[in-house]
């Protein structure tokens, strides 16, 4: 008899035990990483910083978390604490996503359900969108959520149906991989459910959310439309090749372990098989031609995003293995399956075989600039004039440092975010020169160019142009 029947709780107690474990267990999984670090952890989470402030700026109601991140940069909150709390907060809400979904629809007991959870908040994939994927993680947790009442919508009083829509709707504005998952389910749904009602509800949300995504999402690129398409010109400059092999070593090193537990553990329910069609579509995009890429997006994204359905089918074959019967033993299986992530999230040392580079980096423990460099590089982004036509070259990877710390325009260079790939090439394209500023770290090459130390703290160097105004 497991723990939560023996403390003798009501069912309604014993379901709010298990989603406050669920949730709880999520939120000190993701807080360990962060704590072990002064500032927020990710490659891409200073970008975030940046968007906080274009949205209080120009407020739109797509990318739902950027917006929410508006309300604490207008009301004058420090960004940076801001940041370093709210990526643990929405992984929380992506584990309630996930409890949720296991209790409403799948009919999951409590433990099951705490179980999924837990797996799902111990997995590599799920840390590694974690660590700067916020929209996305916070998106999936919205996707979850609208998915737990999928099937039940006909029955459900007007109110509430159109709480499901609103619900649906702000799930498509989340990201873009999520709206079009949703949209999958909602157009299953529709084609075979027999209620009328659900019926015209799923149809209307298929038909808003086809809108939205083709009007809005890739309004600014419409070539990125055609991403989602067979290409039939293989010299069209919509596509990138991408070697299917390194993609199979990735989908190796992340899920080897897990994937015998989920065929064992396999079973058919609509929602997780659209989406792990959908996940698997873009993970092996390349088997239809080397030059397709689903939606223009790297295929190891698509993987981490199979730990999604793969989470049930696992637990679901832990639980097939134990028999349900010893809770503790189950917990052991998911840790052990999941023994990879500790030293991801810096709570142990890495074993080789988790070392995947690239895609995974060895730790969360760091950020896309040195730590050494941060408090010089804060300092020096506010000594750049607030002028009107003020212009700040950077190296690419501080982009959201910079359009945070700074109110000039920001032009990168270099590393990963390489608009420019060198120095000279970014300063070859500004037409006036009268006010530019650089942040760099390699005074003889900012000489060489005609740049003029200003400033330094520690191994950086602030610059102001001086080579004329053309």
């Known amino acids: 008899m497991s723990l939560l029947v023996r403390l003798r709780l009501t069912p309604r107690g014993l379901d709010r035990l298990g989603l406050l474990a669920a949730v709880g267990s999520a939120l000190i999984i993701r807080a360990i990483p962060q704590l072990l670090f002064p500032y927020p952890i990710g490659f891409d989470t200073s970008l975030y910083l940046g968007f906080a402030k274009a949205h209080a700026m120009n407020p739109d109601p797509f990318r739902i978390f950027e917006q929410i991140l508006a309300i604490p940069y207008l009301a004058g909150a420090n960004m940076l604490v801001v940041m370093e709390i709210a990526p643990i907060i929405v992984y929380g809400v992506l584990a309630l996503g996930i409890y949720i979904f296991a209790r409403n629809a799948l009919k999951w007991s409590v433990s099951m359900s705490f179980f999924v959870s837990l797996y799902l908040s111990l997995s590599l994939s799920a840390l590694r969108m974690s660590w700067d994927m916020h929209d996305l993680v916070f998106g999936l947790a919205l996707l979850l959520l609208t998915l737990s009442f999928v ?82 010109f293989q010299g069209s400059a919509f596509f990138e090749p991408r070697p299917l092999g390194g993609t199979l070593v990735f989908l190796i090193q992340v899920y080897s372990i897990s994937i015998p537990f989920a065929l064992f ?48 089918y696992v637990v679901n074959g832990v639980k097939r293995i134990f028999r349900g019967r010893l809770s503790s033993l189950m917990i052991v299986g998911i840790l052990l399956l999941n023994s990879g992530s500790l030293s991801f999230i810096g709570a142990a040392g890495a074993p080789p075989y988790y070392q995947v580079t690239g895609e995974v980096p060895p730790s969360m423990v760091q950020t896309s600039a040195p730590l050494a460099d941060i408090p010089s590089m804060i300092q020096l982004l506010q000594q750049v004039p607030s002028a009107p036509n003020t212009t700040l070259l950077i190296y690419g990877d501080w982009l959201g440092w910079a359009n945070y710390f700074s109110n ?17 090439g970014a300063l070859g394209t500004i037409p006036n020169k009268q006010n530019l500023w650089l942040l760099w770290w390699d005074a003889q090459q900012a000489e060489s160019l005609r740049f003029t130390e200003v400033g330094f703290r520690g191994s950086l160097f602030l610059f102001h142009y001086s080579g004329g105004l053309n």
């Open 151 to 232: 099937g039940k919508v006909g029955g459900m009083r007007p109110r509430y149906q159109a709480a499901f829509v609103i619900l649906s709707l702000v799930t498509m504005l989340s990201h873009e991989l999520v709206a079009l998952a949703l949209l999958g389910v909602l157009a299953t749904e529709a084609f075979l459910t027999t209620s009328k009602t659900e019926k015209r509800i799923y149809g209307g949300l298929v038909a808003l959310g086809l809108g939205a995504f083709l009007g809005v999402w890739y309004i600014g690129d419409l070539g990125k439309v055609f991403d989602w398409v067979y290409p039939i």
């Open 265 to 312: 553990g396999f079973f058919r329910q609509r929602a997780l098989l659209v989406m792990l069609a959908f996940f698997l579509l873009g993970s092996f995009a390349p088997l239809l031609t080397p030059t397709f890429l689903l939606g223009g997006i790297p295929q190891w994204r698509y993987m981490l995003l199979l730990v999604v359905p793969v989470s049930f």
């Open 408 to 424: 000039a325009k920001v032009v990168g260079f270099g590393g990963e975010y390489n608009v420019n790939a060198t120095l000279a």
